[in-house]
């Protein structure tokens, strides 16, 4: 009977200590229950460094994955090839060696797309072909160069909010905001023998672009452009 007794009350104990429960939190955490399975948990969470795309949705900027080696799409173009069907021609850019090669992929077909890190920088200045920034949060400083930015690098001033694109820490692209402002440094004289009012003219701005603005704009106004494709968009609010 002794043994008997002791078996039941060893076999409750060990029914105490394996049933999850608030008196036995511990080991409720280590066996999650239905609503929160194994499969949900952050240990076993999909660590996939990106996702398959069909290679119609790629565009400038994104980086996807070829046969091991990372790339970053430069330009992408759709193209009709009769019967034969539609297809992209991607121009890419070897993270790894800068090296670029133009590969064609069918509209549908599916394409690993790697996911890159989006930080915010201020710009400290410009000097040369190199733009140092420095991360606000952080203070981290970067050298990065103004390629990144492409055209929009001519928009680059001090203090400005930049956003950079990196991949394992390495920056694979630049962007500045959409809408800056700019002082207009000279701008075209009214063309004699002209009656008719010109729809817009030509201004010089202060970082040296020249942009289409309205006949009525002046020397020294301050007007908000596009660096999308450097379009006039209104004067700015003083």
């Known amino acids: 009977m002794k043994a008997l007794e002791v078996g039941k009350r060893l076999s409750a104990s060990l029914s105490f200590l394996l049933k999850p429960n608030a008196a036995n939190p511990t080991l409720a955490s280590l066996c999650p229950s239905s609503h929160h399975s194994l499969l949900s948990s952050p240990w076993s969470a999909s660590q996939d460094r990106g996702v398959k795309v069909n290679a119609i949705h790629l565009r400038p900027g994104n980086v ?3 046969s091991g080696r990372v790339y970053q799409v430069v330009e992408s ?8 069907g539609a297809m992209m021609q991607l121009e890419l850019r070897d993270v790894d060696n800068g090296n670029k090669v133009s590969l ?4 549908e077909e599916p394409v690993e797309r790697v996911f890159v890190e989006e930080k915010s920088f201020s710009c400290l200045y410009t000097e040369k072909n190199t733009a140092f920034l420095i991360e ?3 203070f981290d400083q970067l050298q ?3 390629d990144l930015f492409g055209t929009s690098a001519a928009y680059l001033k001090e203090e400005m909010k930049v956003r950079l694109q990196l991949y394992d820490g390495r920056p694979l692209s630049a ?7 700019c002082t207009i ?5 009214p063309m004699k023998g002209i009656t008719s009012t ?5 201004a010089l701005l202060d970082n040296g672009l020249t942009v289409q603005v309205p006949p009525y704009l002046e020397t020294g106004e301050e007007i908000i452009i596009s660096t999308e494709d450097d379009s006039f968009l209104g004067r700015a609010n003083k």
């Open 64 to 66: 996807i994955e070829k």
């Open 77 to 84: 173009e759709h193209k009709q090839r009769g019967r034969g």
């Open 104 to 107: 064609r992929f069918g509209t």
């Open 136 to 138: 606000p949060e952080t």
């Open 144 to 146: 990065v160069p103004l």
């Open 175 to 181: 962007s500045v905001p959409k809408r800056v402002t």
């Open 185 to 189: 440094k000279e701008t075209q004289a």
């Open 198 to 202: 010109p729809r817009y003219k030509k």
